[in-house]
């Protein structure tokens, strides 16, 4: 199994992480990485696309923590390498995301892959060193693949303490589309939904917003859910902006294809 850290170092590396959460199971998100942060065993095999198939746990990397202590690592989701490349000095990894990837216990997981053979980041003095991808010994006994929606709470719950994401007024999943008659799923195949104009359609969303509670809503004064599509063949047939009232909701947005 491989270890694909991203982290709030920039709000692009922060947003794969919420990409990686929010992403439904089969679609693919790209990670890039400075050649320098990657295990030198792997460089090889990622220039010649020599990873697909390869196990991947994506984890949040807090930079934040206290400078006298190493940074947390927080395991978020299961993926599978589908390609690889090397560009100049980085590197491209496109990862099918699978299932959600938690741990019960943050402290034990972190002390298990505390590896000497590991070169996680560390702190040497003001600077962070070590690598971002990186190959683990064996996989960790306390991981759990999961696709239980309550784990997927638990896990954003536990990211909303930490610093990077402690003001994001909310977290989302999309779960997928669904034939809006037979709340049947589309299947999705090669990164995309195929869907016919003879049918309607909705995508299903989870929001969820940690603490929350109908007496305290921070959420319900400017928070919005902006579904776009990028294609003119794509209608919405409802509202596309989502207006986010509550801690926790199920939102469904009906579309169709044009003919």
Partial sequence: MLLCLSSGFTPRYRQDILRAISMPVGTILRFRYDLELVNDSLKKKIREDGLKDEE??????????????????????????????????????????????VTRNISSFNNTIANPVHNLPKRRGDNLTGEFCLPLTHDPSSLIKTEDLADW???????????????????????????????????????AYSISS?????????????????????????AHLILDANRNSI???????LHVDSGYDEKRCDLEQQA
């Fill in 56 to 101: 991947v746990c994506i984890a949040y990397l807090d930079r934040t923590t206290d400078v006298k202590k190493d940074p947390e690592i927080v395991p978020c989701r299961a993926a599978k390498i589908r390609a690889s490349s090397t560009l100049g000095g980085f590197c491209i990894l496109d990862l099918e995301i699978n299932e959600f990837l």
């Fill in 153 to 191: 709470q638990s896990l954003v719950t536990e990211l909303r303490k930490h610093k990077d994401f402690e003001s994001e007024r909310f977290f989302y999943f999309v779960r997928g589309v669904f034939e809006s008659i037979q709340n049947k799923p589309v299947k999705l195949s090669q990164d």
């Fill in 235 to 241: 209608e919405f047939l409802t509202n596309e902006t």
């Fill in 198 to 222: 003879d049918r309607d359609y909705e995508i299903n969303i989870l929001q969820f917003s940690p603490g929350e509670t109908n007496e305290v809503l921070s959420v319900k004064d400017s």
